[in-house]
């Protein structure tokens, strides 16, 4: 149950002048996505996006503004009611379904419904808000693009782009302005790293390999055990060829022509180690001369609202 904090909306930005035209910036989008780069694009409008949400009832007193509350004693939320004050077992509380009430979408962020990203966009239509929700195209990339969406003096950046044949949409830092930035930022702590230790790290799409020293056969620690996510099922500390790659039990399409997959250091994920060629369908064949921890920069698309996702930055 998510409560609903009310806001005094600030009539900051009026809807015009926009800083791009709708119809220039909605054609561009759905121009790229469509041709170069092959993601399929929606703009639907932005007001009527978002509902009231169902209530909670305390059946005792009647009040309809049940909280999901902090208690500290137990260290997690719990229902409580504003009125009695107090925290609700189960048996007192009601679902009370909301009438059809349209609420201010606020940042409506984009969503991945089936194979194909959905923007929101236009004016909210809430009596005595004069916001907006604008799309801001600010970079793109080879495999991805970058948008700011605007709404009430809020805005956020968000990488749109295709990770394993699959689009996703994820929120990233305001500072970042280009998608090369956005991928950098995105790129986990392990690779991160690397870079800082200078080392030549290869990159296939959302996969990136490490170079390491030791021969991945050489030391069999964690023994022989079945790899979370492989189909056919394959093990640890063998060497295969011409296998999937799989990173924290996601079997991906890319294949390497040596493999072997090991616990990761520091982590609780495996990894696998690569060697010769990987092979994917939308990408160049990468060729790795030695032994690579392979390491999958997976890219997350939460739910569509501010309402329910956390800002990162
Ligand atoms: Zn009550
Ligand atoms: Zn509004
Ligand atoms: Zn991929």
């Given at each position: 149950?998510?409560?609903q904090?009310?806001e005094?909306?600030?009539?900051v930005?009026?809807?015009l002048?926009r800083?791009?035209?709708r119809?220039?910036?909605?054609?561009?989008?759905?121009?790229?996505?469509?041709?170069?780069?092959?993601?399929?694009?929606a703009?639907?409008?932005?007001?009527?996006?978002r509902?009231e949400?169902?209530?909670?009832?305390?059946?005792v007193?009647g009040d309809?503004?049940?909280l999901d509350a902090?208690?500290?004693?137990?260290?997690m939320?719990?229902?409580?009611?504003?009125?009695?004050?107090?925290?609700?077992?189960?048996?007192?509380i009601k679902?009370?379904?909301?009438?059809?009430?349209w609420?201010?979408?606020?940042?409506?962020?984009p969503?991945?419904q089936?194979?194909t990203?959905?923007f929101w966009e236009?004016?909210?239509?809430?009596k005595?808000?004069n916001?907006?929700q604008?799309?801001e195209l600010i970079d793109?990339?080879?495999?991805?693009?970058?948008?700011?969406?605007?709404?009430?003096?809020?805005?956020?950046?968000?990488?749109?782009?295709?990770?394993?044949?699959?689009?996703?949409?994820t929120?990233v830092?305001?500072?970042v302005t280009?998608?090369q930035?956005?991928?950098?930022?995105?790129?986990?702590?392990l690779i991160?790293?690397?870079y800082?230790l200078g080392k030549?790290v290869?990159?296939?799409g959302?996969?990136?390999?490490i170079p390491v020293?030791?021969?991945p056969l050489?030391?069999?620690?964690?023994?022989?055990?079945?790899?979370?996510?492989?189909?056919?099922?394959?093990?640890?500390?063998?060497?295969?060829?011409d296998?999937h790659l799989?990173?924290?039990?996601?079997q991906t399409?890319?294949?390497g022509?040596?493999?072997v997959h090991?616990?990761?250091?520091?982590?609780?994920?495996?990894?696998?180690?690569?060697?010769?060629?990987?092979?994917?369908?939308?990408?160049?064949?990468l060729?790795l001369?030695?032994?690579h921890?392979?390491?999958?920069?997976?890219?997350?698309?939460?739910s569509?609202d501010e309402s329910?996702?956390?800002?990162?930055?």
């Open positions: 149950m998510v409560t904090v009310k005094p909306e600030k009539k930005d009026s809807c002048p800083i791009v035209p119809e220039q910036n909605a054609e561009e989008l759905l121009r790229l996505a469509a041709g170069e780069l092959g993601i399929p694009v703009i639907r409008p932005y007001w009527g996006s509902r949400p169902n209530h909670l009832q305390h059946t007193c309809d503004n049940v902090w208690d500290w004693e137990g260290y939320t719990r229902p409580w009611c504003p009125r009695c004050r107090r925290f609700l077992p189960e048996e007192e679902v009370a379904p909301m009438p059809h009430k609420l201010c979408p606020r940042v409506k962020y969503q991945v089936g194979d990203v959905i236009g004016e909210c239509g809430m005595g808000h916001h907006c604008s799309i793109v990339g080879d495999t991805a693009f970058l948008v700011r969406l605007k709404a009430g003096g809020a805005g956020r950046n968000f990488l749109i782009g295709k990770d394993d044949g699959h689009p996703f949409a929120m830092v305001r500072r280009t998608v930035d956005a991928f950098d930022w995105l790129v986990p702590k991160r790293e690397a800082i030549e290869k990159r296939q959302d996969w990136f390999f020293e030791e021969d050489k030391r069999q620690n964690g023994g022989t055990i079945p790899v979370l996510g492989s189909d056919p099922r394959l093990y640890t500390n063998t060497l295969y060829h296998v799989i990173y924290n039990g996601v399409r890319h294949i022509s040596m493999v090991k616990g990761l250091i520091n982590t609780t994920y495996g990894a696998p180690r690569v060697k010769g060629e990987v092979r994917a369908p939308d990408h160049p064949t060729t001369d030695s032994w921890i392979g390491v999958r920069r997976r890219s997350g698309s939460g569509s329910s996702q956390q800002g990162v930055d």
